[in-house]
């Protein structure tokens, strides 16, 4: 079955420090993954796509790494901002399928002043 | 920029309404689709429409359905509301192979 887990489900950091966020996934054959912020009450924004032949991506201060072997992504966060307080959904989506996208639970990060 | 727009940010229907929450978006996308998010669950996708009135179900169709009769409006509809689908609904816009464009979403309390 294909499944998108991230990790941890909530974090907690202080402005200015970094963190970094997990999704593992299960989905075969892969086609490609993002990273969307969610602010809270509005639709999901897309930070950045991916697919097999990429291994590191940057918008910003965020940086997604994907690691296609395991199977996992990161997204990590540098300097962390007030603003940056949302939730974080990881998203895979399946090569025989433009259509289905398969979303993790998201990771809500709050960043405290 | 891509605009996809949704008709209500929130909406508060009675138990038996029938609900009508419509989507438009800008940019000649083919794919469309309709979700609703709720806590620990991400999004759950609950119709999907890759051309005008064309229309697949997703993971959770039942009680819901669609209309396409325009290439950018897709309409989500609740025949007869009830509790359980108080939720935020989201509405996406895709052109195949991209990133999805999201509207602001509605949060839809059924009383």
């Known amino acids: 079955k294909n499944q998108v887990e991230q990790s941890p489900q909530s974090l907690i950091i202080l402005e200015g420090k970094n963190c970094t966020l997990q999704c593992n996934y299960t989905v075969s054959p892969f086609s490609n993954l993002r990273w969307y912020k969610q602010d809270t009450g509005r639709g999901p924004v897309s930070l950045t796509i991916m697919t097999f032949s990429e291994n590191t991506k940057s918008n910003g201060r965020y940086t997604a790494t994907l690691d296609a072997d395991t199977k996992q992504s990161s997204l990590h966060i540098t300097a962390s901002q007030l603003s940056d307080s949302a939730s974080y959904i990881c998203v895979v989506s399946a090569k025989d399928s433009n259509y289905q996208l398969i979303w993790g639970a998201g990771t809500k990060l709050i960043i405290k002043p | 920029d891509v605009k996809v727009t949704q008709s209500s940010r929130y909406l508060v229907k009675r138990t038996g309404e029938k609900v009508f929450l419509e989507c438009v978006q800008d940019m000649d996308h083919e794919n469309m689709f309709w979700y609703r998010q709720d806590p620990g669950l991400g999004l759950r996708l609950i119709y999907f429409s890759y051309d005008v009135k064309m229309k697949e179900k997703g993971d959770i169709p039942e009680g819901y359905s669609v209309s396409r009769e325009k290439k950018e409006r897709f309409s989500l509809i609740l025949e007869s509301a009830s509790t359980n689908q108080t939720s935020m609904y989201l509405c996406?816009?895709?052109?195949?192979?991209?990133?999805?464009?999201f509207g602001q979403g509605t949060r839809l309390t059924v009383v």
């Open positions: 996406a816009s895709i052109r195949t192979g991209t990133e999805a464009f």
